[in-house]
């Protein structure tokens, strides 16, 4: 069973920068693929970023892409996801996920889930 908490939300201006960060226990980071997902008031759950066990591939979505960056450290047991020129319509809850599927965008195929942090961004 892996545990996973996201921290690292917070309130920030249109045009500002955060780094969430994701938390593994319980389980072998490594063995894991992990995703960051977003959720906003009204809407469902989409895909923002992906990134397999090793770290050398990466996968983001086009709504994103350019500005946001997944990583992670095995080392540490965290993955991380740098938001920069953030967007008032980035603004939802923003959950991680650990899975077996290397690169999955679908929140199916991932089995262990986060809390959540939420990121809101101001006009």
């Known amino acids: 069973q892996v545990q996973l908490v996201e921290t690292g939300g917070g309130l920030v201006q249109a045009g500002g920068s955060l780094r969430l960060s994701c938390a593994a226990s319980?389980?072998?980071?490594?063995?894991?693929?992990m995703g960051w997902f977003r959720q906003a008031p009204g809407k469902e759950r989409e895909f923002v970023a992906a990134?397999?066990?090793?770290?050398?591939?990466?996968y983001v979505a086009e709504s994103v892409k350019g500005r946001f960056t997944i990583s992670r450290d095995n080392a540490k047991n965290t993955v991380y996801l740098q938001m920069n020129s953030l967007k008032p319509e980035d603004t939802a809850v923003y959950y991680c996920?650990?899975?077996?599927?290397?690169?999955?965008?679908?929140?199916?195929?991932?089995?262990?889930w986060g809390q959540g942090t939420p990121v809101t961004v101001s006009s």
């Open positions: 319980g389980g072998t980071f490594g063995s894991y693929a």
């Open positions: 996920a650990a899975g077996r599927v290397q690169l999955a965008t679908i929140s199916s195929r991932y089995d262990y």
């Open positions: 990134i397999s066990r090793s770290a050398i591939n990466t």
